[in-house]
């Protein structure tokens, strides 16, 4: 599963592939918010943690990566 995460005041979006389901990531992001000093935890494929303050957080886009078409359309 592909999320893309808005942090406030940061130019760019982070983008994590990560091995959760799109169910799993909202009951994340929904249990970091609920806290006054939650923190946004998530563990990408290759067992790196990323760790955001929920505070923070603009907007997460969850998503499957899609493969990019070969070949010509007529």
Excluded: C
């Amino acid at each position: 599963m592909e999320v893309k995460i808005g942090v406030q005041h940061a130019n760019r979006e982070l983008v994590v592939e990560t091995n959760l389901s799109s169910d799993e990531i909202e009951k994340t992001v929904t249990e970091a918010l609920k806290t006054e000093s939650g923190l946004l935890s998530l563990t990408d494929r290759k067992g790196r943690r990323i760790m955001i303050p929920a505070d923070r957080l603009a907007y997460v886009e969850l998503g499957t990566p899609t493969a990019g078409q070969v070949g010509f359309r007529s």
